[in-house]
């Protein structure tokens, strides 16, 4: 392939530092694939599932420690520590090249070395990007082929270009001693070496289509995001387009794919995308949304036909589920999928399964589908322009503070909500869950540079955009004083969905509150519902305390973000302290005078 210079290169250049046995150039096929999965079955990386009910499933059980992303253990690599910011990881990049270099050294002896050339992004899009990512890790294609349009097609795309995002993944000897997911974001270049969990390991992922891609992005005037992409369908038949970024393991695959209740049955939901978004600012001067991916790499537990029929139609067959537990009949099972879980199961890490102590899929259990399996794919998924972004919700975690929905004012107060964001933390990475955190856009572990000026970039990519979305604020994740979620969620979010198309159309009563505008009782259709008494109420109401100590925390994170934080985040917090005190001096105002 001497058109591709650069490339062979490259690969020539890793194969003399990692050594492996064999060099395979990926091409994507049918063919490249079936040899693939028939090695991963004969050493037992993968497992056959029960080929009647789900043909073309395969297992994979992760090593125990390697099961979620690692940020403690991910770098931006930019020359100076100040372009990373404080809420990354940084190391230098000439440290981070003597450092880990040192473990590509033979890592791959004994192993075939695949090259894989990937597209993020539809074929004929002008918003498309390369990437080959070199991987010693059969487990690592297969996903690839499922996550990205790979092998022919990309290379066919860069021609002999060497602006490609460079990716090196070694599964090294998977300790998490010398895991090191670094990226040297002025080479757009990713190295990844010790872990092959999918966020760490499919580089087409996190790595580039959001750490590189936010870089680019900036430098190129477009935004990378961690959201969903999705058009509602009203009964007319109109679709509105919108794009949600929720932190991980925070409800995006589930919203994309959403399946109203029958009261709403004349609204439908078609998903663009579940996690990824590249938004620019199209020939019509709108924002205009693709999805980088082609597929789905999705969170198993919770996922039943009642909580997601559409991705439950497309995982039963040509998937595969990482640390799943199965069935003595051989079918994949996880928390959630039946009310009660079958006699005999086979946990994660393959072990008889015993009830009431450890769940029996790991809880970040994933499954990996291609986008075209799923029913409620969108007819516009793989437009070239992408599509038009009418509304973008933010939301997180949070049992307690944040509404079920409310509206920014502006764009500026709406990048102010995105920017003052917290969600508390799930199985999706490594460490703690439910501890809250600040997650602004949902980028706190994917944004490839200095947050300030990620803020920045996003304030000015809305004085450029001609009809700029309007901006909201979701949380499905509300509990009472037991702990328990007050909002049913999954289908019924359609209702918040429906508030948010009004209000995009000039629609849809609301009432001006400190934080946004906060939809009145009567405006959220609740139809058919039956919500306990007071619990609408609940779910909508600001509790002004609690929003006090929420400005506080803010303060704090941004206080983190000085000198570079933009004046005009600074302004939204003050602006919001002030209608906060003033709200609690009228709400002092009418209690009745305090006998002396
Ligand atoms: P990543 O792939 O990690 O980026 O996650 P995601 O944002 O796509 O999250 P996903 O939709 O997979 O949901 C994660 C978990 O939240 C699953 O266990 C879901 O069942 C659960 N979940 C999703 N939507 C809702 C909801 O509306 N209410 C409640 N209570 N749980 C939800
Ligand atoms: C996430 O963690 O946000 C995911 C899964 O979507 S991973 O690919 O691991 O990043
Ligand atoms: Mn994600």
């Not at 509304?391 to 500026?412: C, D, E, H, K, T």
């Not at 901006?471 to 979010?493: A, C, K, M, Q, Y």
Request: aromatic fraction near 10%.
């Amino acid at each position: 392939m001497p058109q591709h210079r650069a490339l062979e290169q490259w690969v020539d250049q890793v194969a003399r530092v990692t050594r492996p046995d064999r060099i395979h150039w990926c091409d994507g096929s049918e063919e490249e694939h079936q040899v693939l999965i028939e090695g991963m079955l004969r050493d037992g990386t993968l497992i056959g599932l029960n080929h009647q009910r789900y043909p073309g499933c395969y297992l994979h059980r992760s090593h125990p420690s390697d099961v979620a992303r690692t940020e403690h253990l991910t770098f931006i690599c930019t020359s100076r520590q100040e372009d990373a910011g404080p809420t990354n990881n940084w190391m230098a990049p000439a440290e981070a090249r003597g450092q880990v270099g040192k473990l590509f050294e033979g890592s791959m002896r004994g192993r075939t070395m695949f090259v894989i050339p990937y597209l993020m992004g539809p074929a004929g899009s002008p918003y498309s990007k390369v990437g080959v990512e070199i991987t010693d890790s059969p487990y690592v294609v297969v996903n690839m082929r499922l996550m990205t349009r790979m092998g022919k097609i990309a290379l066919e795309r860069f021609g002999g270009s060497d602006s490609f995002v460079r990716g090196l993944h070694s599964l090294g000897d998977l300790s998490p001693d010398r895991r090191f997911i670094l990226h040297f974001p002025e080479e757009r270049l990713i190295w990844s070496i010790g872990s092959g969990y999918g966020g760490n390991a499919l580089l087409g992922k996190k790595c580039h289509s959001l750490r590189i891609a936010s870089w680019i992005g900036r430098e190129e005037g477009w935004l990378a995001e961690h959201t969903l992409i999705i058009g509602v369908e009203d009964p007319a038949g109109q679709v509105t387009y919108m794009a949600a970024a929720f932190p991980s393991a925070c409800g995006k695959t589930n919203l994309a794919m959403l399946v109203p209740p029958a009261e709403f049955s004349g609204y439908k939901v078609w998903t663009v995308g579940d996690d990824i978004a590249w938004m620019h600012i199209g020939s019509d001067g709108r924002l205009r949304a693709i999805n980088p991916e082609a597929g789905f790499f999705g969170v198993a537990p919770g996922t039943s036909v009642k909580t997601n029929p559409n991705i439950t139609a497309a995982v039963d067959r040509n998937t595969i589920f990482t640390n799943v537990a199965v069935t003595p009949d051989g079918e994949p099972w996880w928390e959630g999928k039946d009310p009660t879980p079958p006699d005999g199961l086979v946990d994660w890490r393959g072990n008889p399964w015993t009830p009431g102590k450890e769940p029996a899929a790991h809880p970040n259990s994933r499954f990996t589908v291609a986008a075209s399996q799923c029913p409620s794919i969108s007819p516009s998924w793989e437009d070239p322009e992408g599509v038009p972004i009418s509304a973008i919700l933010f939301g997180g975690r949070r049992a307690r503070v944040a509404p079920l929905v409310y509206q920014a004012y502006s764009w500026q107060h709406g990048v102010f909500v995105g920017a003052g964001m917290a969600s508390e933390t799930t199985a999706a990475q490594s460490g703690a869950v439910g501890v809250t955190r600040r997650d602004p856009m949902a980028m706190i572990p994917f944004c490839g540079y200095h947050m300030a000026d990620y803020f920045a970039h996003w304030l000015n990519m809305g004085a450029r955009i001609a009809c700029p979305p309007a901006i909201f604020h979701v949380n499905w994740f509300r509990t009472d004083s037991h702990g328990r979620f007050l909002w049913p969620g999954f289908g019924e979010n359609i209702r918040a969905l429906k508030w948010i198309l009004e209000r995009v159309r000039g629609q849809g009563e609301a009432v001006e509150t400190p934080i946004g505008f906060v939809p009145t009782p009567d405006a959220l259709d609740l139809d058919g519902l039956r919500l306990p008494d007071g619990t609408t109420d609940e779910l909508l109401r600001i509790d002004t305390d609690a929003w006090d100590a929420e400005q506080a925390e803010q303060g704090l994170f941004f206080d983190r973000l000085t000198p570079r934080l933009p004046d005009e985040i600074r302004q939204e917090h003050a602006m919001l302290r002030a209608r906060l005190s003033r709200l609690s001096v009228s709400v002092n105002a009418v209690e009745p005078p305090r006998a002396l």
